[in-house]
């Protein structure tokens, strides 16, 4: 198995740019979340989905945040205009059906926004 | 405010010894797990313990849980250099999936 797998890697963007991450969670888990790793605030989650519906969006900081997941193999963060505060590796991890199991993590976007 | 916190923050540690570090959460829970996260990598997961469970083991990882405390602590045994990473706890309340991490405790076991 793949693992989860993320795109890209790092990402260098300018202030008011917009920021696409993308993620493809291991074929069969239903549950997909995307996080937020800080030296300052640790590990955030951001929002949840459970088949392709987001359930908790909550973690999202503000509407320049979106996410969706289109189909079972497919999901996207997007940052649009992106600020120098939303500098920070984003992760997004999988989870088998039944949920309250554990999570099988990407390894992450760096993102640096100038 | 944070869900779990780990103790110590660091944790230095000769190749060989026993390792233990704490995690104290708020809310009742359905279960807590214990990751790994090397530098730059994304995190692994070690072990699950349910909430009607006190103690579970794997390999040379031993978890506790105590709900009346709400607390739960880590073991590694006979630690080696490559056991180098930060430790995190995962809560995970009662009626939800949104999993809550602690502050994570970084572990170096030198040779």
């Known amino acids: 198995d793949a693992g989860v797998i993320q795109s890209p890697r790092h990402e260098v963007t300018e202030m008011g740019q917009e920021v696409t991450l993308r993620c493809k969670p291991i074929?069969?888990?239903?549950?997909l979340f995307w996080y937020r790793q800080t030296m300052m605030r640790g590990l955030e989650l951001l929002i949840y989905?459970?088949?392709?519906?987001?359930?908790?969006d909550s973690g999202m900081p503000e509407d320049r945040f979106s996410a969706k997941m289109p189909n079972a193999s497919f999901s996207t963060l997007k940052i649009q205009p992106s600020e120098p505060r939303d500098s920070a590796v984003y992760f997004c991890?999988?989870?088998?059906?039944?949920?309250?199991?554990?999570?099988?993590f990407g390894p992450g976007t760096r993102l640096t926004v100038t | 405010s944070q869900q779990g916190e780990e103790d110590p923050q660091a944790l230095s540690i000769q190749e060989g010894e026993n390792a233990t570090m704490n995690c104290s959460y708020k809310?009742?829970?359905?279960?807590l797990q214990w990751y790994r996260q090397n530098s730059g990598r994304g995190l692994v997961h070690l072990i699950l313990?349910?909430?009607?469970?006190r103690e579970k083991h794997s390999g040379r990882l031993r978890v506790t849980l105590d709900t009346s405390k709400k607390s739960s602590s880590l073991l590694i045994t006979a630690s080696r250099a490559a056991d180098t990473a930060s430790y995190f706890c995962?809560?995970?309340?009662?009626?939800?999936?949104?999993?809550?991490f602690g502050t994570g405790t970084r572990l170096k076991v030198l040779a």
């Open positions: 809310t009742s829970i359905n279960n």
């Open positions: 313990i349910r909430s009607n469970e």
């Open positions: 074929s069969g888990h239903d549950y």
């Open positions: 989905f459970n088949n392709n519906v987001p359930i908790d």
């Open positions: 995962a809560t995970g309340p009662s009626g939800t999936y949104k999993y809550i």
């Open positions: 991890a999988s989870s088998p059906p039944g949920g309250g199991s554990e999570q099988y």
